[in-house]
């Protein structure tokens, strides 16, 4: 059975570390688009941005001030054994993090708006479990801020609008959300499924590292004509103008009804936080996603 109070104290410093933190793939990207930048403006966007994320590391502070409702993803391997316990481990942990980091608390019931000044509450923090091959739990925080979330679209395409219908929704979401987001973005894109099968395959979209393509060449295709066609909108980094509107666009998708073709897009802002670590059977940890 696994060790409750690791996971508990893991969480902890996951939350910090993606609080912190931003991987190295996200602070790359961000540097990149810094120079293909051609607007004086845009320019200045990233410069702040890249002295945010320089002074939050530095000073051991939260990059942003919305510290996110609080989601991990969970993959746990076949041959890794129980994994009671886990739950109410994280949401400890979740509630110490709150507590020594800080992080903001902003989980609010949805009727009342009452805070429970913990980040913990109803189904919070939302867990999303998948099972893979190995001896492991893989476990990652991923810190969700409200202005990126906002961003969020769905919509039954009719099939027979294929893919220009995909690329049509897709693009006049992030039209619309113009500088919401906090750009550049991330876009994560579900299509296939149900409707809410769509919805997490846009929202898991979002844990792949920068540049890395679906290994679907036709979907790997689809998320570069997305990525040009975005950055060609002018909307530029915090929607002041320039040529970096998005970092990436990465796409999943699922098979669907023959009447269906759910889309769903999610947004991630600049501060694409998100910390990963695996517990082997064995007890030992490994943290992946902030080697150094």
Known sequence: ????????????????????????????????????????????????????????ESMKRPVCQDTGLIVFFLNVGHDFGSVKGVPEAIAKGTKRATEEIPLRPNAVHPITRKNSGDNTGAYVPILNWS????????????????????????????????????????IDSVISSGGQPCPPTIIGVGVGGTA???MKLAKKCLLRP????????????????????INSTGIGPMGLGGNITSLDVHVDYAHCHTASLPVAVNTQCWAARRATARIYKDGSVEILSHRR
């Open 1 to 56: 059975m696994v060790d409750a109070k690791l996971v508990e104290d893991l969480a902890v410093d996951l939350l910090r570390l993606a609080a912190i933190e931003l991987p190295s793939d996200v602070k790359g990207a961000l540097e990149k688009a810094r120079g293909q930048e051609s607007s004086d403006i845009a320019k200045a966007n990233l410069d702040a941005i890249l002295e945010n994320i320089r002074l939050a």
């Open 131 to 170: 099972y893979v091959e190995g001896d492991y739990l893989e476990i990652t925080a991923f810190p969700k801020g409200g202005g990126s979330e906002n961003m969020t679209f769905f919509s039954m395409v009719k099939p027979g609008e294929g893919i220009a219908g995909i690329k049509k929704f897709v």
């Open 196 to 198: 809410d099968l769509a």
């Open 210 to 229: 920068i540049g890395q393509r679906h290994s679907d060449p036709e979907i790997a295709k689809l998320e570069e004509e997305l990525l040009k066609a």
